[in-house]
């Protein structure tokens, strides 16, 4: 059996002041045919899992490109183009072929191109026609389209947020895809709109029961797959917004009916997912009655992963005020100071210019004499089974805090973000990571708390007052009642 794979992904924040071009991707990850590493990436986990099947004698895989660009604003119409129309090319050169799996994230949109995705799986479906089996992965903050799931076979996501299970998800969709290519199974996928979006983390109830019987069903036999769309509110798309997605062994009635069920439980859970934001002073304070273990403060407005720049200021402005000392924060994001910070060494002593520079929303930069702790070029952190580059750092020292300049725009992951650069964590009193959920996994068994700090600023965080122009669908917040009054 000849099998395809290729991965293009980005999550788009179309609010953001950023925007996305090839070099975006270039510098977060780009591996031609081939070169795909051998531990999987965010949106890559079918590469490592269709190359065991290849090991085994299962498949002739023929690798196309995978690429990744972290979150970030729209992205450029050349760019899409060319990478859409890279893959394929790819792909017909590589036909005829029984199957094609691509790994992709869901929320990218590009200039005059609103659903990248759908257009993407629509153009692989007229290459290799009606009888090759597609299979696709998608990030949970994702919209889905009609015309994805017409012209896939099989979709699976990622049920975790944190999404710690990206790579099993990658082995599910290459199970499932390459059953049907031999024929064992005959995938029917039911999609239930859910009209609600909301921040749904699943490291908490009720989001966590939720997953766990999601999980369950899959392991029953019941479904061959399902999986919750939470959507992602900072992408302007006309199918932004929950679904509840299952896939059956050719059974569309017990598929629609599963759907609709566990669609309007999810909807239930509207307005009692969000973990209790706090202001910025208020999450001082508490950390500070913590003595044994860090505390972990998330700047959740302020994400990277949620595309915009993570530069914002606010929260160590607050800290700075407060005299807050034995404090690490990571990281803002300013690759000119990073650059200052490098020619000057370290141990060296300066007057710096830093962060607060992309939006108006996100603080002034901060003035201060600062000292060089620590620089390093190429740094890491990991995520799972995933090696996450940073780009070039610098380590300040600014009032008694420890503060982490990086050049490659990255949510925190991992507790490694600090300690890969000599930050010792279990000496430090407190935490700030900009991150929503991806940090909960690696950092609770270290820390002493954890606490979600919301600071308005850049990431268009209520739905309500973000201007939606291509949304047309009725969506709670927006609307109390988008099913009408039968549905409490």
Known sequence: MRVFCASIATETNTFSPLRTDFSDFAESFYAAPGDHPKTPTLCSGIFPALRERARKGEITLIEGTATWAEPGGLVNKATWERLRDEVLDQLRAACPVEAVVLGLHGAMIADSHVDCEGELIEAVRMIVGPDVKIGVTFDPHSHLSDKRVQNADVITVFKEFPHTDFAETGEACVDLTLKAARGDIAPVISVFDVRMIEVLPTSRPPMRGFVDRMIELERSDEVLSVSAIHGFMAGDSPDLGAKLLVITDDDRQKGDRLAEKLGLELYSFRGTTRPDFLEPEKAFEIAAGH???????????????????????????????????????????????????????????????????????????????????????????????????????????????????????????????????????????????????????????????????????????????????NLTRELWPIVEHPHGQRVA
């Open 291 to 469: 003595r044994d273990k860090p505390v972990v403060i998330a700047d959740v407005w302020d994400n990277p992963g949620g595309g915009v720049a993570g530069d914002s200021t606010i929260l160590l402005r607050q800290a700075l005020q407060m005299g807050l000392t034995n404090t690490a924060f990571g990281t803002i994001w300013d690759p000119m100071a990073v650059r200052i910070c490098h020619a000057a060494g370290e141990g060296a002593s300066l007057d710096l210019r830093f962060g607060g520079k992309t939006s108006a929303l996100g603080g002034d930069p901060i003035d201060a004499t600062v000292t060089v702790l620590k620089t390093q070029k190429d740094a890491v952190q990991s995520f799972g089974r995933s090696v996450v580059p940073l780009g070039d750092y610098a380590v300040i020292r600014v009032g008694g805090i420890d503060v982490v300049l990086n050049t490659n725009r990255a949510q925190a992951f991992s507790p490694d973000l600090f300690t890969n650069l000599g930050i010792d964590v279990s000496e430090k009193q407190v935490l700030v990571v900009k991150s929503t959920n991806h940090f909960h996994g690696a950092f609770e068994p270290i820390s002493a708390d954890i606490l979600y700090c919301a600071v308005d600023g850049p990431y268009p965080n209520d739905p309500c007052r973000n201007t939606y122009r």
